[in-house]
Nanobody
């Protein structure tokens, strides 16, 4: 079973930055749509950002637009989420995910993807 692995979470002060990383042993990420999702305590999972498997187009939730940047390193089979100007409301468990299809980002943000990691906790607090 494919398992993605996230890292880079932690405690950061409001206004700070973090970079989350994701790798997928046994899965060539450059052939997959890939994305980041998050789930805060007591809330539903939400899509944060994703990259198309075909043309590399990127998409962001309105809540993170202008602050977060998704990127991929195909040579090293890595996915990243650069998070700047973090706010307390960004506190959540962040998951990376991958999908074999090429659905729209709206579809993915609602339905999720095929393969998931176990998540990494990001806490934004002073």
């Amino acid at each position: 079973q494919v398992q993605l692995v996230e890292s880079g979470g932690g405690l950061v002060q409001p206004g700070g930055s973090l970079r989350l990383s994701c790798t997928a042993p046994g899965l060539a990420l450059d052939f997959y749509a890939i994305g980041w999702f998050r789930q805060a305590a007591g809330k539903k999972r939400e899509g944060v950002s994703c990259i198309s498997s075909t043309d590399g187009s990127t998409y962001y939730a309105d809540s993170v637009k202008g602050r977060f940047t998704i990127s991929r390193d195909n040579a090293n089979n890595m996915l990243y989420l650069h998070m700047n100007s973090l706010k307390p409301e960004d506190t959540a468990v962040y998951y990376c995910a991958a999908d074999r299809n090429n659905y729209s980002h709206n579809y993915y943000f609602v339905m999720g993807m095929d393969y998931w990691g176990k998540g990494t906790l990001v806490t934004v607090s002073s």
